[in-house]
């Protein structure tokens, strides 16, 4: 029995098992986060019973309370692909540096005539960025069409050269199939979100996934 | 904090100098404050789930020319409307009494459990009980998992069950249509389609509504 005196002076504390824990968290929360880029508008999305997760390659319009479209694709290279297809089909030039930007934004909603005007806005700028209209998707100047069509040619061409790759070198294959997400707030008018599955049954796409926050399924609790 | 470094004080007694013995602990606090530092902004900034959504499959226009799709058996058409209300007539629409049955009339569903989930619940009963035998199956490992979910499917597509036309007019909002499909869903029905309401329904919707 090893009892120490009590003397006046600094209680010691053995900090070691806390600091061990402090270290274990740190790492786990460096390791397993995955930041998110600031959306440009909220998006509150209904509740359903879906389980289905995301999957990390996926092409999303998201259509906020007023039914503005917002366009994004996960896939950085994609993403600059579509947007080079863009700037020539509707002569907008853009620097290498601009198109690189780029790659790194979350979804946009703006005219492409003023992409290169919010690429080069720093982020506090973004937020209130005018005019941010959304995606253009009128008949006349369908530039979400056009935003669809060009960043799912590009994800899926890149899909396939990671196919073909891994099929040569006989690996498996990491990537996944695009595909395409719609995201819209639980308060918009259905007509506005017609609108926007209307771009993409015009495209020949008919399958998506709707994106919801989860919900417990009455099937299952009893 | 972790043994503060006591210098001094205790050392100065007993005449002869000796060579103190350094003590090999560390002041740690700088170390943990930085380490609770990182942890909570990792805490803070770090997104866990990725977002969940449901899968949604649009009819494929047919290509022109080819034959008029076959009559839907069993329809059941939801006109959802402003204020969370909903509308549902069963069969074809008829403007007014025929040989084949009544004038159509609609009659109001709300988004609550005794509402459309009895209402679904009831019109979905075979396929359900169906359903529900071939779980028990699964459970007892009679039938594999490939062939439970085979059998599901066509459960879900006979005809028998019912198909529900969902319309909305130029008031509901996306929420309405994404819970009724997830009622749908959770009532084991799998066959649903959105599509345009027609201008007989609408004028029938807004003389209900007023407007």
Not at chain 1, 82 to 91: C, F, I, P, Q, V
Request: charged residues 25%.
């Amino acid at each position: 029995m090893s009892k120490k005196p009590s003397k006046g002076g600094a209680p010691s504390l053995d900090m070691t098992p806390m600091v061990d824990l402090a270290f274990l968290l740190v790492t786990f929360f460096m390791l397993t986060a995955s930041f998110r880029m600031a959306e440009p508008v909220t998006v509150d999305p209904p509740s359903s019973i879906g389980q289905i997760t995301l999957p990390d390659n996926h092409i999303m319009v998201s259509v906020d309370e007023k039914g503005r479209g917002f366009f994004g694709i996960s896939n950085a290279a994609a993403k600059m692909a579509a947007l080079r297809e863009m700037s020539k089909k509707y002569n907008v030039n853009f620097t290498e540096e601009q198109v690189k930007k780029f790659s790194g934004l979350p979804s946009f909603g703006v005219d492409i005539k003023d992409l290169p005007r919010y690429i080069d806005a720093s982020e506090n700028e973004r937020t209130g960025f005018q005019p941010q209209k959304g995606v253009p998707l009128d008949s006349l100047n369908n530039q979400l069409r056009d935003w669809i069509s060009f960043g799912g040619a590009e994800a899926v061409k890149i899909y396939n050269e990671a196919k073909t790759k891994a099929q040569e070198a006989n690996q498996e294959l990491k990537a996944e199939k695009p595909r395409y997400a719609i995201k819209c707030d639980g308060k918009t008018k259905y007509i506005v979100v017609k609108d926007i599955v209307e771009v993409f049954t015009d495209l020949k796409i008919y399958q998506f996934n709707l994106i919801t926050s989860l919900e417990a399924n009455p099937n299952e609790a009893n | 904090m972790a043994e503060i470094a006591e210098g001094g004080g205790g050392g100065g007694h007993k005449g002869k100098k000796r060579a103190k013995k350094q003590s090999t602990r560390i002041d740690m606090t700088p170390m943990v404050d930085l380490a609770f530092l990182l942890l909570t902004f990792f805490v803070l900034t770090s997104t866990f789930s990725k977002p969940k959504s449901m899968e949604l499959t649009y009819p494929v226009e047919p290509p022109p020319g080819s034959p008029p799709p076959p009559a839907i058996k069993n329809g059941i058409t939801m006109l959802l409307t402003k204020d969370d209300k909903i509308f549902y007539y069963e069969g074809e629409y008829r403007a007014a009494d025929d040989a084949n049955g009544k004038k159509t009339t609609l009659t109001e569903l709300n988004f609550s459990q005794e509402s459309l989930h009895k209402y679904l619940a009831e019109k979905n009963k075979w396929a359900q009980e169906e359903i529900a035998k071939l779980d028990v199956k699964l459970k007892s490992k009679q039938i594999a998992d490939t062939t439970h979910k085979r059998m599901v499917r066509e459960i879900k597509a006979n005809k028998i069950a019912p198909t529900i036309l969902i319309k909305t007019d130029d008031k509901a909002t996306y929420k309405n249509v994404i819970d009724v499909i997830d009622e749908l869903n959770i009532n084991l029905i799998g066959k649903y389609v959105t599509v345009d309401i027609l201008k007989s329904e609408l004028d029938m919707v807004n003389e209900k509504t007023g407007g």
